[in-house]
Nanobody, 124 residues
Framework: VQLQASGGGLVQTGGSLRLSCTSP????????IGWFRQAPGQGRELVAT???????NYADSVKGRVALYRVNAKNTVDLQMNSLKPDDTAVYYC???????????????????WGQGTLVTVSS
């Protein structure tokens, strides 16, 4: 399954970005979607997830500043990020899995399909 992440860019502290994850091959309605990020020299960490049921989960580091939306008409899962900080600078990846269980949503290794990543840079 091919995934495409887009929407990254350069933004000042306090700014907003909306990232999108889509697939030209499948309907994302049937997949759990995870957004993860990886800063230089660091491991891949959870940002947010949405299960097929619609249940969302957010990392403590972004809670209150980030929201996930399934946009069915566009077949995207969007990550709206507000009040961005320099610590949010990273490559952001979306991941999808059709059979993942709720308890595995926060684990990158549990996802079978990954997008190419989109770079978010927050300047101070």
């Amino acid at each position: 399954v091919q995934l495409q992440a887009s929407g990254g860019g350069l933004v000042q502290t306090g700014g907003s970005l909306r990232l999108s994850c889509t697939s030209p091959e499948v309907s994302l309605d049937y997949y759990a979607i995870g957004w993860f990020r990886q800063a230089p020299g660091q491991g891949r960490e959870l940002v947010a997830t949405v299960h097929k049921s619609g249940t969302t989960n957010y990392a403590d580091s972004v809670k209150g500043r980030v929201a996930l939306y399934r946009v069915n008409a566009k077949n995207t899962v969007d990550l709206q990020m507000n009040s961005l900080k320099p610590d949010d600078t990273a490559v952001y990846y979306c991941a999808a899995d059709r059979s993942i269980i709720s308890g595995q949503l926060t684990t990158p290794r549990a996802y079978d399909h990954w997008g190419q990543g989109t770079l978010v840079t927050v300047s101070s």
